[in-house]
């Protein structure tokens, strides 16, 4: 009995089609392999000491350019505007970057952008006009987003399912702590040499640094990921709009996701410094409290990364975005209560615990959702999603309350509960992409 059973199953292997059994023995071959080779540190100082360095120039810059364009005259408004140009240059770019990584692969996608950074910052320098100012910083906002988008392909490109969580939220961190440490950097020269050009020339040579780590350090993307793909077929590079067309579904869910999540972050970030000042919180404390929200916000991402990988994406997606939003609502409620303060640290304190869980949510689910094989369109249409949304809901207006409500409320009162729809509607379409990733990730890519 048992002998013909196994002749019956060895049979029915061999009817199957040669194709397909092959296909589906180099899928598991390649994913054995990707597990058992992969160590951390094939990545950590490849792919995420670029991207800190690269980062540092950038935090460093950001905070100088209202003061540059005040040195050549420029209003406050058009100072402001001049700043934003750094966002529009990120929004312009976000799209066309996956078509640039995909056609061009990460590493030289990345040298291209230190070159195009590079080219702002001298431009930036040497601007005559306001004008010329602009453009310099939008070239900056640019090559920021393709060197961004190039690092977020190329870690989900050879980084295993079962790790990419931990290694995203990592990456996020890297994000942070450059940008973090770049406006202390600027600073300390600045009170060295008296002015703001020897900025400039601080991030020409990170620049370089970052160009040689990328030229003398071992290439993630040829070390393992021709290692993880080997046996299976390459396939040519497709269109960014026929990519974003041909997953406008997935892209719908997750970009509304990727939307409301980054509205209510940067909303956060835009808030509390506001709503400190409605309560009479001096300077100082505020600087404090914010900071040590900062530093908790930061210490998290690792444990944010370590629970997506242990008990999946909606651990650290709903729970974060549904404290986030009860949060808002007790720092509108509490207004007017005895001691505000205190309930504005323990606010201040429980959104950065929150926030700090949910770190890489957005580029971890982006990047189950891309696959592992040019990864690079899907991902920088996800990316101008969060980009749009990280200015969005800052930016709306607060509702309005009528004119017989009692007792008065602070100016900011009116914002907090309107940020917390966007958080729960956050978490919703978190579940959605949930469902799109087992649904929809190609056979093979992860």
């Not at 770019?93 to 040298?111: F, Q």
């Not at 041909?246 to 410094?273: D, E, K």
């Not at 908790?296 to 729970?319: K, S």
């Amino acid at each position: 009995m048992c002998i013909r059973d196994s002749a019956q199953r060895s049979q029915r292997r061999s009817c199957l089609p040669q194709p397909i059994a092959a296909r589906g023995r180099s899928i598991d071959l390649a994913m054995s392999t990707r597990d058992d080779d992969f160590r951390w540190r094939s990545i950590v100082v490849p792919a995420l000491l670029p991207t800190l360095l690269f980062t540092s120039a950038e935090g460093a810059i950001i905070p100088l350019i209202p003061a540059l364009a005040d040195e050549i005259g420029a209003s406050l408004a058009v100072a402001g505007l001049v700043a934003a140009m750094m966002l529009v240059g990120q929004l312009i770019a976000d799209v066309p970057a996956g078509w640039i990584v995909s056609r061009l692969g990460e590493r030289t996608s990345m040298l291209g952008a230190l070159v195009v950074g590079a080219a702002g910052l001298a431009l930036a320098a040497f601007a005559p006009s306001a004008v010329v100012l602009g453009l310099a910083v939008g070239l900056i906002g640019m090559a920021a987003a393709v060197f961004a988008l190039a690092r977020h392909s190329l870690v989900t490109a050879v980084v295993p399912q079962r790790f990419r969580a931990r290694a995203l939220s990592t990456l996020g961190g890297s994000y942070r702590l450059g940008l973090v440490v770049g406006p202390f950097l600027s600073a300390s020269i600045i009170t060295i040499t008296g002015g703001i050009s020897a900025v400039f020339w601080f991030c020409l040579i990170m620049l370089v640094l970052v160009a040689a780590s990328l030229i003398l350090l071992p290439d993630p993307e040829g070390v393992l990921r021709v290692r993880d793909l080997e046996g299976e077929p390459h396939a040519a590079p497709l269109d960014v709009f026929r990519t974003i067309h041909a997953r406008r579904g997935v892209l719908a869910r997750l970009g509304s996701a990727g939307l409301t999540v980054s509205a209510v972050r940067a909303t956060r970030q835009v808030l509390l410094p506001l709503w400190a000042v409605s309560i009479g919180v001096g300077d100082a404390r505020t600087a404090l409290i914010i900071g040590v929200a900062a530093v908790i916000d930061f210490l998290l991402f690792y444990p944010g990364g370590w629970l997506m990988d242990r008990f999946g994406r909606l651990v650290t997606a709903v729970p974060p975005m549904l404290a986030m939003g009860l949060a808002f609502i007790v720092l509108a409620v509490t207004a007017e209560a005895g001691d505000p303060v205190a309930w504005f640290i323990g606010v201040t304190l429980a959104l950065a615990f929150a926030n700090g869980l949910s770190a890489g949510l957005l580029m971890t689910m982006g990047s189950d959702l891309a696959g592992r094989r040019n990864p690079a369109p899907f991902l920088g249409a996800c990316d101008s999603c969060s980009t749009a949304g990280a200015r969005g809901l800052p930016c709306s207006p607060p509702p309005s309350r009528p004119p017989s409500a009692s007792p008065p409320l602070p100016p900011c009162s009116a914002s907090s509960p309107s940020s917390a729809p966007g958080c729960w509607h956050g978490s919703s379409p978190a579940t959605w992409g949930r469902r799109a990733t087992t649904r929809e990730a190609p056979l093979g890519q992860d």
